[in-house]
C-alpha cells in the first residue's frame, strides 16, 4: 500500500490487529490498557524516510508501528491515553532530519519512535535530547548513535559493530586473508567499514588498498573501485552502505567476473543492504552473495519464522496488501516498548518512561529485548544470510 508521500500524517484507532499479536509482543492486552478514562493523547513522533530512495523501507516500518498502536488503542491505549502517530519525512537526510526533530517537538510529541538511516538519526539526537523524551530507534543502528552520552537514547536493532564483527568472522572461516572494505560515506557506512577492518586486521587478515575505501552515496559507477579489487588481489569483499547502490556494485562486480558462478571472490554486504530491492536490483547478480544481519531481523534467523512471527506476517500482509521489510518487526516492537516501559512507571511523562525503557525486560517478534546503559540493544546474535535463487536464506555453515 503506498502512502502519502506530501502531508505528514496522525494515525488514531484504525483497523483491529489479530489478538495472537499480543503474545507476539509478550504482554497482555490488560497489562498495556487502561480502563476507558478519556485522558489525552500519547502524542509520538515518527520520523522516517518517506521520499527518496529508502521511501519504501520507511513505509514498512511505520506500517508494523501503526499496527502496534493500531493493536493498543483497541485496547484502550498506553494507561489509557490513545497512541498518535505523527510522521514526519526524514528522506534519510540530516538536514531534513533536524527540521523534522524540530517540528515534532513544537507539536508537543512525548516520545519519538523511528530513524532508518543513521546519517539522518543522528543529528536529531541533541534535538530531542535536549527536549527530554524517549528516542526508541527501530532500525538505525550505527555504533555512533550510543556514543554520545544520551541518557533517552534505545536501539531496537543492536549496534551495527556486530556486522563488521560478523564479516571478519565469515572471512576468516572461509580463509580469505585479503578484503576489500568500501563505504559510502554515511555515517553508518563508515562505522560499521571500520569495524570490519578492525575485526579483519584482529584475525590475521589484511584490509588491502591501504585500508577502507569510500565511494560517494550518488555514485552508480564502480569501475574504479572494482579495477583496484583486481589490483590487490582481493578474495573478499564487504560493501558497509544501503542496498541501492549495493545492487549496482554487485551487478558490475558480477559482469567484471568478480564474482558469481566463475569469480575469484565472496561479496558480502552489512544489513543496510539487506532489502528486497538489493535482489530485485542486482537480479542474477545476487545470487551467491552474503549479508551480515542481527540474526532478529533476518527473517531467516534463530527468532523470526515462529508462530507469532508468521501472525505478524499475515496480519501485515492483510492489512497493507505488501510483505513487510525486514525491519517491519522492529518497528512493531519499538512501540510495544515504549508502551510496556510506560505501563512499568505508570506514567506517559517522558522521564519517567525513559527509565522504564533503562529497566524494561520482554519478548517481542525480535527476541528478548532490554538496553545497557547506553541504549544498545542487549544480547544481540549476528546471521550470515546467502541470496539462493533470488531470496535470502541462512547461509550454512555459520561462521
Given at each position: 500500500?503506498?502512502k502519502?508521500l506530501?502531508?505528514?500524517?496522525?494515525l488514531?484507532?484504525?483497523?483491529?490487529v489479530t489478538?495472537?499479536?499480543?503474545?507476539a509482543?509478550?504482554?497482555?492486552a490488560g497489562?498495556?490498557?487502561s480502563?476507558?478514562?478519556?485522558?489525552?493523547?500519547?502524542?509520538v513522533?515518527?520520523?522516517?524516510?518517506?521520499?527518496?530512495?529508502?521511501?519504501?523501507?520507511?513505509?514498512?516500518?511505520?506500517?508494523a508501528?501503526?499496527m502496534?498502536?493500531?493493536?493498543?488503542?483497541?485496547?484502550?491505549?498506553?494507561l489509557g491515553?490513545?497512541?498518535?502517530?505523527?510522521e514526519?519525512d526524514?528522506?534519510?537526510d540530516?538536514g531534513?532530519a533536524?527540521?523534522?526533530?524540530?517540528?515534532?517537538v513544537?507539536?508537543?510529541?512525548q516520545?519519538?519512535?523511528g530513524?532508518?538511516?543513521?546519517?539522518a538519526?543522528?543529528?536529531a539526537e541533541p534535538?530531542?535530547?535536549?527536549a527530554?523524551?524517549p528516542?526508541?530507534?527501530?532500525?538505525a543502528?550505527?555504533p555512533e548513535?550510543?556514543?554520545g552520552?544520551y541518557k533517552?537514547v534505545?536501539?531496537i536493532?543492536p549496534?551495527?559493530?556486530?556486522?563488521g564483527?560478523?564479516?571478519a568472522?565469515f572471512f576468516?572461516?572461509?580463509?580469505?586473508?585479503k578484503v576489500?572494505?568500501?563505504?559510502?560515506?554515511?555515517?553508518?557506512?563508515?562505522?560499521?567499514?571500520?569495524s570490519?577492518a578492525?575485526?579483519i586486521?584482529?584475525n590475521?587478515?589484511?584490509?588491502?588498498?591501504?585500508?577502507?575505501q569510500?565511494?560517494?552515496a550518488?555514485s552508480?559507477?564502480f569501475?574504479?573501485?572494482?579495477?583496484?579489487?583486481?589490483?590487490?588481489g582481493?578474495t573478499g569483499i564487504?560493501?558497509?552502505?544501503?542496498f541501492?547502490q549495493?545492487?549496482?556494485?554487485a551487478t558490475q562486480?558480477?559482469a567484471?567476473?568478480?564474482?558469481g558462478?566463475?569469480?575469484?571472490?565472496k561479496f558480502?554486504?552489512?544489513?543496510g543492504?539487506?532489502?528486497?530491492?538489493?535482489?530485485t536490483?542486482?537480479g542474477?547478480?545476487?545470487?551467491?552473495?552474503?549479508a551480515?544481519?542481527?540474526?532478529?531481523?533476518s527473517?531467516v534467523?534463530n527468532?523470526?519464522?515462529?508462530?507469532?512471527?508468521?501472525?505478524?506476517?499475515?496480519?501485515?500482509?492483510?492489512?497493507?496488501h505488501?510483505?513487510p521489510?525486514?525491519?517491519?518487526?522492529?518497528g512493531y516492537?519499538?512501540?510495544?516498548a515504549?508502551?510496556?516501559?510506560?505501563k512499568?512507571v505508570?506514567?506517559?511523562?517522558?522521564?519517567?518512561?525513559?527509565a522504564?525503557?533503562?529497566?524494561?525486560?520482554?519478548?517481542?517478534l525480535t527476541?528478548?529485548i532490554?538496553?545497557a546503559?547506553?541504549?544498545?540493544?542487549?544480547?544481540?546474535v549476528m546471521?550470515?544470510l546467502?541470496?539462493?535463487n533470488g531470496k535470502?536464506?541462512l547461509?550454512?555453515?555459520?561462521p
Amino acid at each position: 500500500m503506498k502512502k502519502n508521500l506530501v502531508k505528514s500524517r496522525v494515525l488514531t484507532a484504525g483497523l483491529l490487529v489479530t489478538g495472537v499479536l499480543t503474545i507476539a509482543a509478550g504482554v497482555s492486552a490488560g497489562g498495556v490498557a487502561s480502563a476507558a478514562k478519556k485522558l489525552s493523547p500519547y502524542l509520538v513522533g515518527v520520523p522516517m524516510p518517506m521520499t527518496g530512495a529508502e521511501a519504501e523501507a520507511g513505509t514498512q516500518i511505520y506500517n508494523a508501528e501503526a499496527m502496534a498502536a493500531q493493536f493498543l488503542n483497541h485496547h484502550g491505549g498506553v494507561l489509557g491515553h490513545q497512541i498518535k502517530l505523527l510522521e514526519q519525512d526524514d528522506a534519510c537526510d540530516a538536514g531534513t532530519a533536524v527540521n523534522a526533530a524540530n517540528l515534532l517537538v513544537s507539536k508537543g510529541v512525548q516520545a519519538y519512535v523511528g530513524g532508518y538511516c543513521s546519517g539522518a538519526t543522528l543529528p536529531a539526537e541533541p534535538i530531542i535530547a535536549r527536549a527530554g523524551i524517549p528516542y526508541v530507534m527501530p532500525a538505525a543502528n550505527s555504533p555512533e548513535l550510543t556514543t554520545g552520552g544520551y541518557k533517552n537514547v534505545f536501539l531496537i536493532d543492536p549496534s551495527g559493530s556486530g556486522d563488521g564483527i560478523e564479516a571478519a568472522a565469515f572471512f576468516k572461516q572461509q580463509h580469505i586473508t585479503k578484503v576489500f572494505v568500501i563505504d559510502d560515506q554515511s555515517s553508518f557506512g563508515v562505522a560499521i567499514a571500520q569495524s570490519a577492518a578492525s575485526a579483519i586486521k584482529k584475525n590475521g587478515g589484511t584490509v588491502v588498498a591501504g585500508g577502507i575505501q569510500s565511494i560517494p552515496a550518488t555514485s552508480n559507477d564502480f569501475s574504479a573501485v572494482i579495477s583496484q579489487i583486481k589490483s590487490a588481489g582481493a578474495t573478499g569483499i564487504y560493501w558497509s552502505g544501503y542496498f541501492s547502490q549495493a545492487a549496482q556494485f554487485a551487478t558490475q562486480l558480477n559482469a567484471a567476473g568478480v564474482i558469481g558462478p566463475h569469480g575469484t571472490a565472496k561479496f558480502v554486504v552489512a544489513d543496510g543492504s539487506v532489502d528486497a530491492t538489493y535482489i530485485t536490483g542486482a537480479g542474477a547478480a545476487a545470487n551467491g552473495t552474503y549479508a551480515t544481519i542481527a540474526a532478529l531481523a533476518s527473517g531467516v534467523g534463530n527468532v523470526l519464522g515462529s508462530n507469532a512471527d508468521k501472525a505478524f506476517n499475515r496480519a501485515y500482509v492483510k492489512q497493507f496488501h505488501a510483505q513487510p521489510g525486514p525491519y517491519s518487526a522492529f518497528g512493531y516492537d519499538a512501540i510495544m516498548a515504549l508502551a510496556l516501559a510506560a505501563k512499568h512507571v505508570k506514567s506517559i511523562v517522558p522521564k519517567r518512561v525513559i527509565a522504564g525503557l533503562h529497566a524494561l525486560h520482554f519478548v517481542g517478534l525480535t527476541g528478548k529485548i532490554s538496553f545497557a546503559a547506553d541504549g544498545n540493544r542487549l544480547g544481540a546474535v549476528m546471521d550470515l544470510l546467502e541470496v539462493v535463487n533470488g531470496k535470502y536464506t541462512l547461509a550454512h555453515p555459520q561462521p
